[in-house]
């Protein structure tokens, strides 16, 4: 028998809560359409008083996202880059001018997309090259030409054309069925959030703009981040002719909240018209809340090589990720892992752990590609197209690549499962973590241990009883006994050597 969750859905904004500890409930809080938010708050207190708890994470910008060829970063929360909101004191220009083309001292063009106000034009470039390498000119300069006419810019503000994303369905579904009443309490064993989205061809949005010069453009060009939800569109030909521009990219995604914590994302790519090159982050989180203002905090990426790491300083030293690092949002670093600093090339550093505390770990988080389903499931093709694996930014966000393909045809496709799991890393003293989650009707349990163990018996969820259970990874010191002397019983016994070890199992359990 899985585990129960529960779901309130009021004002467009879905809680889903789950157990964390003896202690705590976990309510993740997804508002904004792709912004989640993670509270703990006591297990005796309502779902509704979510935001009297312990905010953890505060997510406004977890939404993945990709470079995208010479289009620079689309897909997630992010436009095309190319646009610029710039000064020019009492241009004289109004809706009627939308369309105009406008050249800078290098002869590049850029369309006025929208007047902002009286001093202020939203311009965007025309593209030179054809879909796969549009050639967007980035306009740095202090004057632009119109029908002989010099337009003195005073200011330049590089913004991104929003909205970019164009939802074509957007359902929250209880066990991936029935949609979730608002305003009433929901139990079910999982919550599918389905995301069905393009992102609109930049040169398309450029193109409905000339094509429709004096017209203002629909929907609104915005200096904020926004999405468009198609359902939500009123009748009409300018609704039509917005629904049909042609997309960049085309994904299908369902995001599946469930017990403990966590969040298993299945993702179809589409690419309709081909690009010269696609470097997608399937996963991403920002290191935020309670996790970033405790006093100590750690990283956890088993299956690296010791790396030369920069320090503060300017200085390097090596460090070993797989043995758990400390790791404070002091240190300021852009660096990249790439298929050198891994043990094996055949074993794919796949999950990257933080932990947060003080004089003990009090929060853990995890985030994943999956080792059974998918791109990552295949190691041979994943590490063909995979020549970075993690990006560490001075932001601190967490940016695990999952592949990095060049040169694709029209319809180029690709199919990835990725996870993100918060979990009590105190929950037994005997291992660094201990996290699981379903893929599909499987259950993967990770086990990450670096302690000497010997004869250790531990208890998995109910469901594993009575399941058959398959070792999908584990290093060469950890071993894994099933204690099957009593078959409702969900207990294996473990025994593990010095250093860092871990294994993955999988059950395939019973409805």
């Known amino acids: 028998m899985r585990e129960k969750i529960q779901l309130w859905l ?43 708890g312990r905010l953890i994470h505060a997510g406004p910008d977890d939404f993945p996202a990709s470079p995208v060829g010479s289009y620079g970063t689309l897909s997630g929360n992010h436009a095309s880059p190319f646009a610029r909101n710039i000064l020019i004191f009492d241009h004289g220009f109004s ?7 406008f050249t800078d001292a290098a002869g590049n063009k850029f369309c006025l997309m929208q007047v902002m106000d009286r001093d202020r034009l939203l311009i965007h470039p025309l593209p030179s090259g054809d879909v796969k390498e549009p050639d967007f000119a980035c306009f740095t300069g202090d004057r632009l030409f119109y029908d002989g006419r010099i337009l003195p810019v005073i200011d330049v503000l590089a913004v991104q054309l929003y909205p970019s994303n164009r939802f074509v369905r957007r359902e929250f579904l209880a066990d991936g069925k029935t949609p979730v009443e608002p305003r009433t309490l929901t139990e079910c ?36 981040r926004s999405m468009v939800d198609l359902s939500a569109l009123p009748a009409g030909e300018k609704s039509e002719k917005y629904r049909n521009l042609p997309a960049l990219l085309s994904y299908k995604l369902t995001q599946r909240y469930e017990a403990a914590g966590a969040c298993v994302a299945y993702r179809h790519v589409n690419v309709p018209s081909g690009l010269s090159a696609l470097k997608a982050l399937d996963a991403m989180w920002i290191w935020s809340g309670e996790f970033s203002s405790m006093p100590v905090q750690e990283f956890y990426i088993p299956k690296l090589k010791p790396v030369m790491f920069p320090g503060s300083d300017g200085s390097e030293s090596e460090v070993d990720f797989s043995g758990v690092i400390r790791f404070d949002k002091a ?7 790439t298929q050198e600093d891994c043990l094996a090339p055949e074993c794919q550093p796949e999950r990257f752990i933080r932990f947060a505390g003080d004089s003990s770990r009090k929060l853990g988080f995890v985030l994943g590609y999956s080792l059974c389903y998918g791109l990552s499931s295949e190691p041979d093709r994943w590490r063909r197209i995979r020549p970075e694996l993690y990006h560490f930014y001075n932001t601190w ?10 040169d694709l045809p029209e319809n180029w496709q690709m199919d990835t499962v990725s996870y993100r799991q918060y979990f009590d890393p105190a929950a037994d003293k005997d291992f660094t973590a201990i996290h699981f989650h379903h893929e599909y009707d499987d259950l993967i349990v990770y086990l990450e241990c670096h302690r000497q163990l010997q004869g ?6 109910r469901e594993c009883a009575g399941c058959r259970m398959e070792i ?40």
């Open 10 to 52: 009021e004002d467009g904004k879905m809680l889903i809560r789950s157990r964390y500890s003896e202690k705590y409930d976990l309510v993740i809080e997804v508002r904004h359409i792709t912004d989640e938010n993670a509270w703990l708050i006591p297990v005796f207190a309502p779902i509704t008083d979510f935001d009297r």
């Open 95 to 101: 809706d009627r001018d939308t369309g105009k083309v």
């Open 189 to 224: 064993t999982f919550l599918d959030y389905v995301m069905d989205y393009d992102v609109v061809s930049p040169g398309a949005l450029v193109k409905m703009v000339l094509e429709n010069p004096g017209e203002k453009a629909f929907p609104e060009f915005t200096s904020g």
């Open 331 to 337: 240190v300021k670093v852009d660096r990249h892992l």
């Open 397 to 406: 966000k967490m940016y695990p690549y999952i592949y990095h393909v060049s």
């Open 456 to 461: 250790k018996r531990l208890t998995l969820p």
């Open 472 to 511: 999908v990874e584990k290093t060469p010191s950890f071993t894994v006994g099933d204690d099957r002397s009593d078959p409702d019983s969900p207990q294996i016994v473990v025994d593990a050597g010095n250093g860092c070890n871990y294994a993955v199992l999988r059950f395939c359990c019973r409805k």
